[in-house]
């Protein structure tokens, strides 16, 4: 054997040290695993004990001779291909109740993150909702008030003329309130049936031409006309 080629321990020794040098904290643990996997050939006579147990050996050493050094999860390993693949397969095998677990979680993440989503665009149509009924509220405050502050400063006025024989009386007021009490106003008397207060609806539609929501509706619109 020629004095400057390297013989197989030598190999092995260089390899670990490429081993250790590329993976510094593989070095940190002195241990390693040793794996070696080959198959029997297929012709093996099974039944003859002593042939089995040469061919096994034969088989070892060969597995062995093709032996290097590798490392793995952070772990020196000195084996065949066979028995680095195996080790590997093993090693993913253990990891993966790991990424179930990991999967799992941002599973987990997702569906939460939709249902806070749902419950987002649920809050979103509550307040969009409670938005046009106070629109509604305000329509009816405007249609009403000035309709109930006339026929009311009437009220006062009257007693003022009647009761308290006051000369000195509101006739604008009063006419203004009775006007508000005996002329018509459609939208002020939609809002009856649609608060439910009145219910005789062809009596509305005799008066005004319009069914009460119709009104409503071109109330609502009336700034597009």
């Known amino acids: 054997m020629s004095p400057n080629k390297?013989?197989?321990?030598?190999r092995s020794r260089a390899s670990l040290g490429d081993i250790t040098h590329k993976n510094p904290s593989a070095a940190d643990d002195q241990s390693f695993e040793i794996v070696l996997h080959d198959e029997l050939p297929s012709n093996v006579d099974a039944s003859d004990q002593e042939n089995l147990d040469t061919v096994a050996r034969t088989t070892a050493m060969k597995a062995l001779n093709n032996a290097t050094w590798d490392s793995?999860?952070?772990?020196?390993?000195?084996g065949n291909s066979r028995g680095l693949t195996l080790l590997q397969e093993r090693d993913a095998l253990m990891r993966l109740p790991g990424r179930i677990t990991l999967l799992e979680g941002q599973i987990k993440s997702i569906i939460d993150?939709?249902?806070?989503?749902?419950?987002?665009?649920k809050l979103r149509e509550e307040v969009k909702s409670l938005t046009h009924e106070v629109k509604d509220i305000k329509a009816i405050q405007q249609a009403i008030l000035p309709i109930t502050?006339?026929?009311r400063s009437r009220f006062i006025e009257v007693y003022k003329r009647d009761v308290l024989e006051n000369e000195m009386i509101g006739y604008n007021a009063i006419a203004r309130g009775n006007e508000s009490a005996h002329t018509g106003n459609s939208v002020a008397d939609a809002l009856l049936y649609e608060q439910g207060i009145r219910t005789d609806r062809n009596i509305f539609t005799l008066l005004y031409g319009?069914?009460?929501?119709?009104?409503?509706?071109i109330r609502k619109f009336h700034h597009i006309f």
Do not use: G, S
């Not at 390297?6 to 030598?10: A, D, G, I, L």
């Open 72 to 78: 793995t999860d952070d772990k020196v390993v000195f």
């Open 210 to 217: 319009f069914t009460y929501d119709q009104v409503l509706v």
């Open 6 to 10: 390297p013989t197989k321990r030598e």
């Open 149 to 151: 502050l006339q026929i």
């Open 113 to 121: 993150e939709r249902d806070n989503n749902k419950e987002v665009m």
